[in-house]
Each structure stands twice: as C-alpha cells, then as structure tokens.
C-alpha cells in the first residue's frame, strides 16, 4: 500500500514547516492528488488516521483535492480532461499529447498553531474539483 509512504512523507513534510514555523500543533494539512498517482482515498484516510495519533498532527484534518488528468494536444491544440486509460485526443484523434495535469501529489497548505495537539480522531475530506466549462 504505497499510501502509508506517501503519507508519511506528508506528514514528515508538515511536521518540519510546522517546528521550522515555531508550531507545535497542526490543525489541517490539504493536500492535491492527481488521478494519475492511482492513490487509493480511503488508504490515504487509513493511513492518516494510523499515522497522527501521538503526533502534533493528531485529530487534524486532511483535506484531499483530487486532480483530474488534462491533457494539451500537439496538434490541434485542444485541452482535454481523461481518465488513465485515455489520452487520445477526442478532437483529432492524435497522440502527441502533453499532460497538463493529474501527476501532482502536493502539499497545498497546512495549518498549525501553538497550542497543545488536539486529542481525538482525524478527519478526512475528499474534494473533487469540477473541470473547468471548455
Ligand atoms: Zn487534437
């Protein structure tokens, strides 16, 4: 489960801006997720929630943005959203296509603060952003 490692790099990340910040609590970490990094939301919950506990991050909440994969064709110049399986441009059928988007798996922001860490469970909220009207 490649989950447990990408979370522990999130939290080792947030854990250092949090002390780098003089912090000694984080509150909320959000995170983007590409559809491309095939990460499963609820093993990054699970992760999550085995992860924080007698931490500073413990009962924060993790905020995932998943990221659609958009891709730019070469050819005709159209930007596309696609699932993994389909890059294909649908306007002209060509294949020399540029990701534009849908690899990420990146810290967005996190919010800390110096106050005692919080007791209690962690909270997970997937969000799915909407593609954009072409
Ligand atoms: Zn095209």
Redesign the pocket.
């Known amino acids: 489960m490649h989950e447990m490692g990408i979370t522990q790099s999130i939290l080792a990340a947030s854990f250092d801006a949090a002390h780098n910040a003089g912090a000694t609590r984080i509150t909320e970490i959000r995170i983007s997720v590409g559809e491309l990094t095939e990460t499963v939301d609820f093993a990054l919950q699970f992760a999550f929630e085995a992860l924080t506990p007698e931490t500073m991050a413990e009962g924060a909440t993790l905020v995932i943005r998943k990221v659609p994969a958009r891709s730019h064709?070469n050819?005709?110049?159209?930007d596309y959203y696609h699932d993994r399986f389909e890059m294909v441009?649908p306007?002209?059928?060509?294949l020399d296509?540029t990701l534009l988007q849908g690899r990420e798996l990146d810290i967005d922001s996190i919010e800390a603060d110096d106050e005692p860490p919080s007791k209690g469970p962690a909270t997970v909220i997937v969000t799915d952003e909407q593609p954009a009207e072409e």
């Open positions: 064709c050819s005709c110049g159209t441009c306007n002209c059928g060509s296509v």
